[in-house]
């Protein structure tokens, strides 16, 4: 299979998975802390950018197919490397199928009909998932495509709000709030639980490793300034929404990017940023199915997935993987659309950025354990490689523990669920 995604292809698969739903969802969660939630961001922007730079590290170092998943495998065997990736490749599938959701709402604002009944609102989400498979099925150069263009024209209306709340908001105003009365650092794990979806998806970028032109240089620079483009947009888009709607109305909103430019453009503005933000998703789902075939191929290649996840269709696609993972999506989202939009939302980003806090972990601890081989061998390793490491291992731990103890205990069962997955991936490849 030939080569066909580049630095700026790279950057946008890293870009447009992580600004997808997460930034035009989250201003009004984070509405109770008021400024304290610009804190949030810049913590989660920072520990991000330790991850990515420790991620770029490990593909430099050793640019596999599968990202994380292919790391840990290196440095700790089999099964750690299994459990890794059966946890990463679920974090994908819930989390295409809470983008769906958030495409949905969106579509709501032009199609009312579609919020008020749950069967529509489920049909839409599920044939957007596939339409998306359909894509990728279509051959990776035409996802690295949609990719870099849904990447560009989400940024627009992003752009608008930042600038607007600059020159017509008022930030000063808004006061710094702890709604629950935590301590400070457990207010800080907590809003960092809840940023830190916006932020995942920064390996995607590593994981279709095997088709990056010059990988061992492309990788590593596409990671770190994707996750500064996507750092220094959350912030400044973060506060020209505080600045222009009140926290009151904006803890409410279902829409706050859609309220914030209603001061800014007027009721087109609304119309403008609903539009930007179902080409966000949609950007975001793309690159988030693609990474999520990759890695099962990567899996399977290795003898860890069930053998037919490793094979490519005509066009050098992995397309029985992507149908799987498009079908057990739609299957979360016929099972639980019911409860509602919001509520199934909050538990697939919960759960989704719980089993990607783990292989980011996990990558750090193998970076770690990479780097005392390559001590033994003589290779030098200088100092501050070292610490960014296990700074990178720190902050995901932290972000674990804002999850809850509800949310870890789900996280903990959906991985074990990978067990029966484990020995029929051996029978698969008759392996005794």
């Known amino acids: 299979m030939s080569r066909s995604i580049g630095f700026w292809r790279c950057w946008a698969l890293v870009v447009g998975s992580m600004i997808g739903s997460g930034v035009f969802m989250l201003p009004a969660v ?43 495998r290196e440095a700790f065997g089999e099964i750690p490397g299994f459990y890794v990736g059966w946890g990463h490749w679920i974090s ?41 498979t359909g894509v990728n099925i ?21 752009f608008i709000v930042a600038v607007g709340g600059l020159y017509l908001g008022d930030f ?33 970028g590593s994981v279709p490793a095997d088709d990056v032109i010059d990988p061992e240089r492309t990788i590593p620079k596409a990671l770190l300034f994707g996750t500064l483009t996507g750092t220094a947009i959350y912030v400044a888009a973060g506060i020209g929404v505080m600045a222009l709607v009140p926290l009151d109305a904006l803890g409410k909103s279902t ?33 988030n199915t693609l990474a999520a075939g990759m890695l099962s191929r990567a899996i399977a290649l290795d003898r860890l997935f069930p053998s037919r996840m490793g094979q490519l269709n005509n066009r ?8 799987l993972a498009g079908l057990v999506a739609s299957v979360l989202i016929a099972m ?22 783990l292989p ?23 100092i501050m490689v070292r610490l960014i490491a296990i700074a990178a291992f720190s902050f995901s731990l932290f972000a674990i523990v804002g999850s809850g103890l509800e949310i870890a205990l789900q996280g903990l069962i959906l991985l074990l669920l990978g067990t029966p997955v484990w020995y029929f991936s051996r029978r698969s490849h008759k392996i005794s």
């Open 138 to 158: 279509s051959g990776v150069g035409s996802v690295g495509v949609l990719q870099l263009v849904t990447t560009l024209l989400k940024l627009l209306p992003l």
């Open 316 to 323: 050098g696609v992995p397309q029985f993987s992507l149908v």
């Open 255 to 287: 829409a706050p990017f859609a309220d914030a430019a209603v001061y800014i453009l007027g009721s087109a503005g609304a119309a403008l940023v609903a539009i930007g933000a179902m080409i966000s998703t949609l950007g975001a789902m793309n690159g």
């Open 360 to 382: 980011y972990a996990a990558s750090a601890v193998a970076e770690l354990l990479l780097q005392q081989r390559d001590n033994s061998e003589g290779k030098s390793v200088h």
């Open 92 to 132: 994908y599938v819930l989390a295409t199928a809470s983008i769906a959701v958030a495409f949905v709402g969106y579509l709501a604002f032009f199609l009312p009909q579609i919020g008020s009944e749950p069967a529509l609102a489920g049909t839409a989400a599920i044939a957007l998932i596939w339409i998306t």
């Open 172 to 204: 000063q105003s808004v006061p710094l709030k702890n709604p629950d009365e935590q301590s400070f650092i457990f207010l800080v794990a907590s809003m960092v639980m809840i940023t830190m979806w916006a932020y995942t998806g920064i390996e995607n």
């Open 336 to 357: 639980n659309f019911s409860r509602g939009l919001v509520a199934v939302f909050e538990l697939l980003i919960l759960l989704s950025t719980l089993a990607t806090l």
């Open 30 to 72: 984070l509405a109770p802390y008021g400024k304290y939630s610009v804190l949030g961001w810049l913590i989660s922007g920072a520990g991000t950018i330790l991850i990515a730079l420790t991620l770029g590290r490990l593909a430099s170092r050793s640019p596999h197919l599968g990202g994380p998943y292919a790391y840990v």
